[in-house]
């Protein structure tokens, strides 16, 4: 099983606790900036577009631990920028881990064989390694030549040391769907826990404005990666989550289920929206008008969002608020092939589709070569 059974127990006794109390609005992951500074600048990333001195500046241990302890959620993700470029990472994590929280940092994996002795193997700590997909795809990506050899890299020492491995995939348009299954069995065969897979979210201020997918076309290349699987794949999320990136499911954003803290305090409403900032959590929840974002709201900036941090845990919330919503993800995780003669046809467009722009790439090439020689 990719998740293991202590953490979701955890997860679900602490769902029906809240659903017991008559909790309307209640985190189910704090997510967690202690920085904004990366040593990658990705086309699709508007997470380091700040100035210098703001990138500069890091959450102290004390101000990480206030944020978990006002929430109070049972999973805290850290992303950033890069979290281990933080001085006090490996304090932040003890501290966290002290306080028995499921934690994934999230990483692009660069530092990570160097920094891995300022970590204990635990079964709260889960080192998310962001991988794009294959080597030439993730290289493209992240916008560095030789990234995802380092990845690996990382991935491969993590897991020799006895940490908990996830890969992270963030997918955009033009992302070839052949090519992301056959990411799938790399990553199995390294021997992560399981993968993590989202669609990219359209920031504003990301350089590369032309590659975010839409839902429609979310949905098309989803269904044809997750339709027909390999029992060998592992996904560490919601089963209902990945039903619903693949269209067979509809739901509603709950930004409240996946609280940002950073630099300028709890961002309203989200980790990817920035529509202002309040001093404490209990001000976030009852200050934001949550009506106002996901795709029912009408919100132009939430319109083709579908990322995991807005709906994975309208998923989860489904799993363990009632018996319908526990029997769909039973379901789910034991029935997961998804046969779908469509989704074959659907690679098989995509493949021709990729050797007729080869094609047109080569014959536009040879052309270049003939004018050359033809110059000379």
């Known amino acids: 099983m990719p998740v293991p059974i202590s953490q979701m127990w955890t997860v679900a006794t602490y769902v029906l606790k809240q659903r017991m109390q008559g909790r309307e609005h209640y985190p189910l992951v704090l997510m967690l900036e202690p920085l904004f500074r990366c040593n990658l600048a990705c086309a699709g990333c508007g997470k380091i577009q700040y100035p210098a001195h703001i990138l500069k500046t890091d959450l102290s241990p004390e101000e990480c631990f206030k944020a978990i302890d006002e929430c109070g959620a049972p999973m805290v993700s850290i992303p950033g920028g890069e979290p281990l470029m933080h001085p006090q990472i490996g304090e932040i994590v ?52 030789g990234g995802y050899d380092i990845a690996i890299e990382g991935i491969k020492a993590a897991l020799e040391a006895g940490f908990r491995v996830t890969t992270n995939t963030t997918l955009f348009d033009g992302a070839d769907p052949n090519s992301v299954r056959a990411f799938f069995d790399e990553a199995m065969a390294l021997g992560v826990e399981g993968m993590v897979l989202s669609p990219g979210y359209t920031y504003d201020k990301a350089p590369d404005q032309k590659h975010f997918l839409g839902r429609a076309r979310s949905r098309r290349l989803f269904r044809a990666i997750l339709s027909n699987r390999k029992p060998t794949w592992k996904f560490n999320m919601s089963p209902l989550f990945l039903e619903f990136l693949m269209g067979k499911r509809n739901y509603q954003c709950t930004a409240w289920g996946a609280p940002a803290y950073n630099l300028f305090g709890w961002q309203r409403p989200c980790y990817l929206l920035q529509d202002g900032y309040v001093d404490t959590y209990a001000e976030l929840v009852k200050t934001t008008d949550w009506s106002h974002y996901g795709t029912e709201s009408g919100n132009p900036k939430c319109a083709n969002c579908m990322v995991s941090c807005g709906y994975e845990p309208t998923t989860v919330h489904h799993a363990f608020s009632s018996f319908s919503g526990l029997f769909a993800m039973a379901k789910a995780t034991l029935f997961s092939r998804y046969r779908d003669p469509g989704a074959v046809k659907l690679l098989e467009e995509y493949n021709a589709t990729n050797e007729a722009h080869a094609s047109l790439v080569q014959i536009g090439s040879g052309k270049v070569e003939d004018m050359e020689q033809t110059a000379v």
Do not use: M
Request: charged share 25%.
């Open 94 to 145: 003890a501290g966290l881990i002290a306080r028995k929280k499921y934690i994934y940092l999230c990483t692009n994996a660069l530092l990570l064989k160097e920094k891995l002795h300022l970590f204990k193997p635990s079964k709260y700590l889960t080192f998310s390694v962001h991988v794009d997909g294959q080597r030439e795809h993730h290289d493209f990506s992240v916008c560095r030549e």
